[in-house]
């Protein structure tokens, strides 16, 4: 069954901390994309990848890093956390069509 | 309607009505996404419409696209309680762009 796996699920880091959240995907699509997601704002691109390698910057790039090892994991990091990057983190992967969507990493930075 | 920086808009109705979601884009797209979400998951889509489809049914849903005004709509009929959800139209065939969604609330 296709799936997109987040983790962690939920986390609370620090201000200035470094932070990485993870995605895993058994689909084998080459297309990955981290989205957040705040109230009023709806889903806002951050970073998305056309396969293992690539990354590339979306709408609100400012203040995070991706990383596509592999065909399966893609990572969003944020290197110097701030309180404004408080938000609800989904992951979701797809090619033609819909990307299917993981379940959300939730992200408090105090 | 839905999209930009509007706020979330936020409809409520009785079980059994119908119920009516617009949204309107601001760039060319050829397929218009609707997708729901319940509390704490994942949005998940529930019809696609292309630009040469104009309206598709799927169960008692029904999406319209107008690519001359840039809008499309998503209908539900008859809603049922498990209806209740915030639901979102997104644009583009890879890159989504995402509407600030619709909360509906479906009383029984």
């Known amino acids: 069954e296709a799936a997109v796996t987040q983790s962690p699920r939920n986390k609370v880091a620090v201000t200035g901390g470094k932070v990485t959240l993870s995605c895993n995907q058994t689909?084998?699509?080459?297309?990955m994309y981290w989205y957040r997601q705040d109230t009023g704002h709806g889903l806002r691109l951050i970073h998305y990848?056309?396969?293992?390698?690539?990354?590339e910057k979306g709408d609100i790039p400012d203040g995070y890093k991706a990383s596509r090892p592999s065909q399966e994991n893609f990572s969003l990091i944020l290197e110097l956390a701030t309180p404004s990057q408080t938000s609800v983190y989904f992951c979701?992967?797809?090619?033609?069509?819909?990307?299917?969507f993981g379940e959300g990493t939730r992200l408090s930075v105090l | 309607s839905q999209w930009g920086e509007e706020n979330l808009q936020a409809l409520s109705i009785q079980e059994g009505e119908d119920v009516t979601m617009n949204c309107s884009y601001k760039t060319y797209t050829t397929v218009v996404h609707w997708y729901r979400q319940d509390s704490g998951r994942g949005p998940a889509l529930i019809i696609l419409?292309?630009?040469?489809?104009r309206e598709k049914r799927s169960g008692r849903l029904r999406a319209t696209l107008d690519t001359s005004s840039q809008s499309s709509s998503l209908s539900i009929t008859a809603a049922q309680c498990e209806d209740t959800a915030v639901y979102f139209c997104a644009t583009d065939e890879y890159k989504l762009t995402f509407g600030t969604g619709t909360s509906l609330l479906v009383d029984p």
């Open positions: 979701a992967s797809g090619d033609m069509g819909a990307p299917l």
């Open positions: 419409i292309r630009s040469n489809e």
């Open positions: 689909n084998n699509h080459n297309n």
């Open positions: 990848s056309y396969g293992a390698g690539s990354t």
